[in-house]
């Protein structure tokens, strides 16, 4: 004999599946707590349903690649005045932020003191509204590196909480991370923009540092994301097995079969050159970092145009942070113009990041099993994508946290 529950509906002008390619008019989604338990086209709409009446839905926006602790008005020597504790504050705000304008799940890809960490506890335990959180705890590099941090002379010394050289310190820092509560590793292969002294074109950690990282990762079966601009870089960090490379601002056509040969994924933020360039000064980000973003933006378009072109596996990554959270679906557009097909882009932001994650059973798409992350936007996307800088509806794991539609 089975308990009678009550089911939650939602109905709207069209529902995009992203796994088929394929648009669904006049959707019924039925939600039993929260999973999907049906998806029905053109079905009869039960009086209590959520009406979303004019809206597509569109699975739960997945971006692979924030930093939800950073702020996109402390940048540089501003950072040094705010603590982890601060920053974890911080990463509530910009929680609620970014699960009301569609991102259901997100990666965080680097944070001082774990504070990611304890961000996501207060997520699962509903203390604070927030995305489904996968967070790396310290970002793991080099001495000087790109995630160490460099802005202080020796006499205060000021070291990155990831700080690791030679095979075996970084499994130990892999190992770390985990202890605390990392789901997942984040490495610094190359230098970067944002960081004093480092150089974006130059190769950090060293093959055998993020074999040994990738070794002792995948053995306790979480992945691992590398960032990494220059192309030795990239091609150690694919050769060493990461599961995906931040950024890969310098392809070459030997970078892009290597990612192809070994599947790895690209996650590329292509907007926030924009707001870096135009920003970034009054961010207070440092003069040496806006001239490393005048030689990194134009190429990593270009390669983000190769990438696209060679059938590269792509995800979204916007690495909100640098810029406001809150605006990472800018970067759906800028994917389009430099080379995607608008379903390609919310493929990249949905089913392909569920994928990364390993967790296709249960995110991606809107599918009967699946568990109920659902977005409404006003319009059709795969006819204008910039509808998705306009979410009116969340829905997550089952939940409502956002309805703006009017209806209900
Ligand atoms: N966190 C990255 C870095 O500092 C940001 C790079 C931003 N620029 C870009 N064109 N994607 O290297």
Redesign the pocket.
Known sequence: FQQATALTHIAADRLIDVERGEVIDSPVVAIDGNRIVSVQAGGEVPDDAIRLTGSTLIPGLMDMHVHLTGDAHTHGYRRLAISNVRSALTGARNARISLESGFTTMRNLGAAGYADIALRDAINAGDIPGPRIFVSGPAIGITGG?CDNNLLPAEYAAVGGGVADGPWAVRAKVRENLKYGADLIKLCATG????KGTE?GAQQLALEEMQAAVTEAHNRGVIVAAHA?GTEGIKAAILAGVDSVE?A?FLDREAIRLAKKHGTVLSM?VY??EY?LSEGEKAGILPESLEK?RR??GR?RESFSEAVEAGVKMVFGS?AA?YPHGQNARQFSRMVQFGMTPLQALQASTINAAKLLGKERDLGSIDVGKLADIVAVPGNPLEDISVLEKVQFVMKDGEVFKNNTGVY
């Open positions: 790109h970067g923009v944002m960081s974006p601009h950024h601002s933020d926030v050159t870096i973003e990194v933006g990593q690495d640098v």
